[in-house]
């Protein structure tokens, strides 16, 4: 009940294509939902989040996209760009609560 | 800058070996982590501490032990490093239901 799953574990997308990676949770006490961005060698770092009153939320060329009934939320790399080339961790947490659950991560490639 | 500082950066430890892991955070931030990065297992929390004073345990806490010093600092211990220990170890600040700010991690490995 605790898990987040995180899919694809890789990706590898053409320069200008959209990127998908998709998350599933079973905790429906789970209500805050970010997204991390991890470069080589750094820690990861907040790039966006959702609280489930709203089904989707758009940050540049960045989406969630949130399915309450069926559990899942996805990110959507909009464009992708050789820069975008990272390992993104979905997450979830209570409010109030001050752990996430991470999910496993995927790595993903954007060539050029 | 503002953020999370972790030492060392690197470190080789023999098997037995016992070593502390240094995070400050300037941010004045009540809440720290720590947690372990493995390929295929994404980020797993070893222990947290919510608030100065308190400390609890998170999904993988044997073999650990941690020490909130002042509200800056949360130190992580391996009393008696083993292999399996190996692996890169983020520590994190936070305000609850607030973005994490991660440190750039130290990367362990015990031979």
């Known amino acids: 009940q605790q898990q987040v799953k995180q899919s694809p574990q890789s990706l590898i997308v053409q320069k200008g294509g959209i990127s998908i990676i998709n998350c599933a949770y079973e905790?429906?006490?789970?209500?805050?939902f970010p997204w991390y961005q991890q470069f080589p060698g750094k820690g990861p770092a907040l790039l966006i989040a959702?609280?489930?009153?709203?089904s989707e939320k758009k940050e540049g060329r960045f989406t969630i996209s949130f399915n309450k009934s069926a559990k899942q939320f996805s990110l959507h790399i909009m464009d992708s760009q050789p820069g975008d080339s990272a390992t993104y961790f979905c997450?979830?947490?209570?409010?109030?609560?001050?752990?996430?659950?991470f999910g496993t991560g995927t790595r993903l490639k954007v060539l050029a | 800058n503002a953020g999370v500082t972790q030492t060392p950066k690197f470190q080789v430890l023999k098997t037995g070996q016992s070593m502390t892991l240094q995070c400050a955070q300037d941010?004045?931030?009540?809440?720290m982590y720590w947690y372990r990065q493995d390929p295929g297992m994404g980020l797993r929390l070893i222990y947290y501490?919510?608030?100065?004073?308190?400390?609890d345990k998170g999904e993988v806490p044997n073999g650990y032990n941690v020490s909130r010093l002042n509200k800056r600092e949360f130190s992580l211990r391996l009393e008696s490093a083993a292999p399996s220990q190996t692996s890169v170890y983020f520590c994190?600040?936070?305000?609850?239901?607030?973005?994490?700010?991660f440190g750039s991690g130290t990367r362990l490995t015990v031979v």
């Open positions: 994190a600040s936070s305000e609850p239901d607030s973005r994490y700010t």
């Open positions: 905790n429906t006490a789970f209500d805050y």
């Open positions: 959702i609280r489930p009153d709203v």
């Open positions: 997450a979830a947490s209570m409010l109030g609560t001050y752990k996430y659950i």
């Open positions: 941010m004045n931030h009540n809440s």
């Open positions: 501490s919510a608030s100065e004073g308190t400390t």
